[in-house]
């Protein structure tokens, strides 16, 4: 039957992603009837676009996400008219674009959220959403965004950084600057260059010291972050995220799911999945994973995952949450590009000063 369903689904996701509710209802309403739980919508989900500050996970950049004349990346590095996609280049309409490059919103914010429940269904939704998230990725040359981030590094929960980011699929790069804690920090990673190192430029007065070259899973890199450099970005979060929810697929019991369509972040409209486990038997990782996918660009904008809480907590409703965060990352001002623009990774751009 799940072959079945799959297939109905896999064809709804890349034709018409705004009518998930209603192929829902049409193929399988006897399905999500005896394992859909009816709650009220988004019934015990964060809203991460204004969790309280007291809870530590507060979002809200405000004026320091202004990049401003000292994140400007220059001419060399702009993505204007140089980037225009073409025809040669185009994804057709299953991919959600327009012919002119542009992203089709097929988020209609009149809609009421779809009620929320629990069960395969929702986390089969989940496995096709990132399979399709994946593949739209992958057919991308690369994309910018404001990327956050906040993870438990060695038993401390770090402070939230923004940065702004620029990602090459092939051959793989990265270049970060920081817009908040290290403010002015620069990164750059090419994989196959500068000795399989990654460059980092300090901000404030350390900017004046020569670049850094580490190993991207030495101590020195890996003092602030969970994952290497060569993990960074949509497409390693999405394949991430999937090879976890399809090992959830295949357990027996032990996992719930919850689905929640026109859920909201920064202004988008977006399906939010959340994903709980009953006990470490069931994931030793993770004790619930939070995943909310725009609805226009197919792709995940936020994913918060948590872990278990210690054997000695007291702790009950969300103030288990902010006591177990282990990781959050958030995507915003997401720009797919389809010419990635000479220079764009390159140590001698001017722009960088490496």
Not at 137 to 144: A, D, H, K, N, V
Not at 270 to 291: I, L, N, Q, W
């Amino acid at each position: 039957m799940f072959r079945s369903v799959k297939l109905v689904f896999r064809f709804g996701l890349a034709q018409a992603p705004n009518m998930l509710a209603a192929l829902i209802a049409v193929v399988s309403f006897g399905f999500i009837a005896v394992n859909f739980q009816s709650q009220p919508a988004g019934a015990d989900l964060i809203d991460v676009a204004s969790t309280d500050a007291s809870s530590g996970l507060d979002v809200d950049f405000g004026a320091e996400t202004d990049f401003g004349e000292e994140a400007d990346f220059g001419e060399e590095a702009d993505f204007g008219e140089e980037a225009d996609f073409g025809e040669e280049a185009d994804l057709g309409a299953e991919d959600g674009f327009e012919e002119d490059g542009e992203p089709v919103s097929d988020a209609d914010e009149s809609r009421p959220a779809v009620e929320s429940g629990t069960g395969r269904m929702a986390l089969l939704m989940q496995v096709l959403m990132l399979e399709k998230a994946e593949t739209v990725l992958s057919r991308i040359p690369g994309y910018t965004a404001t990327f956050s981030k906040q993870e438990l590094v060695a038993a401390d929960l770090t402070d939230e950084q923004v940065m702004q980011i620029k990602v090459r699929h092939k051959p793989f790069s990265v270049y970060m600057k920081w817009t908040t804690g290290h403010k002015g920090r620069q990164l750059l990673y090419v994989d196959g260059e500068n000795n399989g190192k990654m460059l980092v430029k300090l901000g404030g007065w350390k900017k004046r010291l020569p670049a850094l070259k580490l190993d991207p899973t030495g101590s020195m890199a890996m003092g602030e972050s969970r994952y290497p450099i060569t993990k960074v970005g949509l497409l390693e979060l999405v394949r991430e995220s999937l090879a976890i929810r399809r090992a959830d697929l295949a357990k027996e019991q032990g996992v719930s799911c919850r689905l929640v369509e026109n859920h909201e972040f920064d202004g988008r409209s977006c399906y939010a999945f959340v994903v709980d486990y009953a006990d470490k038997t069931a994931s030793a990782r993770y004790r619930k994973s939070e995943v909310l996918i725009d609805h226009a660009l197919g792709v995940p904008v936020v994913v918060r995952n948590f872990g278990w809480p210690a054997e000695a907590s007291t702790a009950v409703g969300q103030a288990v949450d902010a006591e177990t965060l282990v990781e959050f990352y958030t995507f915003r001002k997401i720009e797919f590009q389809r010419q990635i623009v000479r220079g764009t990774f390159d140590r001698s751009n001017k722009s960088y000063k490496f």
